[in-house]
């Protein structure tokens, strides 16, 4: 039998990862153009915990998605918006884990290690490089407005379902609805 809802944890997971991910665009915002202080840096250190966390999520996510099928799509919605759908969820994932990869990568490259939470080094991917790491710098900023646009997209989708299609579509990611 196709389940008709999303499993508790996957719409946990759902939604402690947009929370962390609207934190972690805000963060990066705000701490782009401080002053070089103790300040910034301890910004920058929780910035990068929390991306590390956020990819450990969307791990735990994917591997959830692959062993608990998510419910299908209604059967009246067209198949060309159907595939859309699914390009638009494999882009979300695939930028759930490329951001926190061209972070570790950026540092890598700056020369700034990540030790999450301060306990546990994060090996460097690469060796130190002034250009590579501004290069990495910049492609960690586009793919999270790239991001930003996709769930905006996202967000979009799903209101439509629940305003004009008035299908479950929405309802089915709810923490407080069940049917």
Request: hydrophobic content about 50%.
């Amino acid at each position: 039998m196709k389940p008709v809802r999303y499993t508790a944890t996957a719409i946990g997971l759902h939604w402690v990862m947009a929370l962390l991910l609207a934190t972690l665009f805000s963060v990066g915002i705000y701490m782009h153009d401080l002053p070089l202080s103790p300040w910034k840096l301890q910004i920058y250190s929780w910035h990068k915990w929390a991306g590390v966390t956020a990819f450990l999520l969307v791990v735990v996510r994917l591997s959830w998605r692959y062993t608990h099928r998510p419910p299908t799509l209604p059967e009246s919605m067209p198949t060309s918006l159907k595939l859309a759908a699914h390009v638009g969820h494999g882009v979300l994932y695939l930028l759930m884990i490329a951001i926190p990869l061209s972070g570790w990568l950026m540092s890598s490259a700056k020369g700034v290690q990540t030790v999450y939470f301060g306990v546990l080094p994060i090996p460097d991917l690469l060796g130190k490089n002034k250009e590579l790491g501004d290069l990495l710098r910049e492609v960690h900023e586009i793919l999270n407005f790239v991001l930003v646009a996709v769930v905006i997209g996202h967000v979009g989708a799903a209101l439509k379902h629940h305003l004009i299609d008035k299908d479950d579509v929405l309802t089915r990611m709810l923490p407080w609805h069940s049917r």
